[in-house]
């Protein structure tokens, strides 16, 4: 089995080991799955800038075809980066460009903190390449400090926008008719601007819930995930407690209305009373807005049976990794991603058969494709022909004279 593990930190003590810390849980509770006790793993260790040997993608001129099939041997990605980076951040863009792939293939990818945001930036938007935002320095601001940043409006070339913090919506300037035009919405917003705005942020902001009885918190920074009651049986929360404390430092939080698409969508597992979803999960993919701590044993827990599941699906599921991100006959065009998940689920159908229902279904497409021959065979004027003497025939057989009979009732 093949890992990628990236570190997506600033050179940095602290970054390092944290960074230290989840490596080295990946690669024990790897080490400890019976269903890897003959197997050879393999790990491979990159940071934000040294992607370049794993990124596929023509779109953004990444079109070494070696690369992608590096990309397509790896079984499982892990990704570890700063809640306070965000997703369309310059210095990003390689693990932006890493868990657009994930997406586009289905690929098993971890992701803390910055992997939620991205997760939830990328199906809002939906965006093939890398955009920019150019106001306040990339952090966006509110609506009404637009103006503040007109010069740098008419600066803006393709791909570069103006974010609003409040809603998540990006602008760009049209200098024709002199107005902001709406371009999409990111999925996140800055909980500060949404409170102080509330005219806007309440339809963004999640409403609190009344709680009898608050747990006791060490600091500011922790807060209470609770997983949703129709997901408390999912599998990512084996033996996790119902309530459990997490760290984050995230100012962007996720919208608790999801602005997803039909081509990517995500669901929210878990959630914070106010701040909205924590942890959520997108086909094969978990990302969550917190990091794993030591001392809150249910997020190493997390990470253990996604762990535990990822290992099982790749030596159990022979459907697991089928999807080639160098397969452009798939990915190129608007339909790309509806013609990759048409195949996809033909396989698995047609892997799931056993021999006669193979054969009653091969027998099923001859018919089919018979009937279409027939009826093309049949001209226009044989058509009309059949028509005319079903009617004539109908016809013969109607009476001339129509006798109405009346009852007289004494």
Request: some cysteine; glycine content about 4%.
């Amino acid at each position: 089995m093949r890992f990628l593990i990236v570190n997506g930190f600033n050179a940095s003590t602290s970054g390092a080991k944290l960074f230290d810390y989840f490596r080295n849980s990946i690669q024990n509770m790897i080490s400890k799955q019976k269903e890897v006790a003959d197997t050879e793993c393999e790990y491979h260790f990159r940071d934000r800038h040294s992607l370049d040997d794993f990124l596929y993608e023509p779109e953004t001129s990444l079109i070494r075809t070696e690369y992608g099939q590096k990309f397509n041997s790896i079984d499982i990605v892990f990704i570890l980066a700063s809640s306070n980076s965000r997703p369309w951040n310059t210095n990003m863009r390689k693990i932006i460009t890493l868990i657009r792939m994930c997406l586009k293939t289905k690929k098993l990818l971890f992701s803390t903190s910055f992997g939620a945001q991205a997760i939830a930036y990328l199906c809002s938007t939906n965006f093939s390449v890398h955009a920019s935002i150019t106001n306040n320095h990339g952090e966006g601001c509110k609506l009404v400090d637009f103006p503040k940043y007109t010069l740098q409006a008419l600066k803006n070339g393709p791909n570069e926008y103006f974010l609003d913090s409040t809603t998540g919506d990006l602008y760009f300037y049209s200098k024709v008719t002199d107005e902001w035009l709406p371009k999409a919405n990111i999925g996140l917003h800055n909980r500060r601007d949404a409170m102080e705005y509330q005219s806007i942020g309440k339809y963004i902001v999640k409403s609190p819930t009344y709680k009898p009885k608050q747990n006791m918190l060490a600091n500011q920074s922790e807060m209470i995930c609770q997983i949703k009651k129709q997901f408390l049986h999912h599998w990512l929360f084996k033996g996790v407690a119902m309530e459990f404390a997490i760290t984050s430092y995230n100012q962007w939080d996720i919208h608790a209305i999801t602005f997803t698409n039909p081509d990517k969508k995500f669901n929210s597992l878990a959630e914070h009373n106010l701040r909205g979803p924590l942890i959520i999960e997108s086909d094969n993919i978990i990302a969550t807005m917190f990091e794993i701590e030591p001392k809150q044993k249910d997020t190493v827990k997390i990470l253990s049976n996604f762990i535990d599941y990822a290992v099982k699906l790749i030596r159990f599921n022979n459907n697991y990794n089928l999807i080639s991100i160098t397969n452009e006959k798939y990915f190129s065009g608007n339909k790309g991603l509806d013609n990759i998940e048409i195949v996809f689920q033909q396989k698995k159908k047609m892997s799931n058969l056993n021999p006669e229902d193979l054969l009653k279904k091969q027998q099923k497409n001859f018919m089919l494709e018979y009937r279409k021959l027939l009826n093309t065979a049949i001209q226009e004027s044989e058509r009309d022909k059949i028509f005319h003497v079903g009617f004539s025939v109908k016809k013969d057989r109607l009476p001339d004279k129509i006798i109405y009979k009346r009852r007289i009732i004494k």
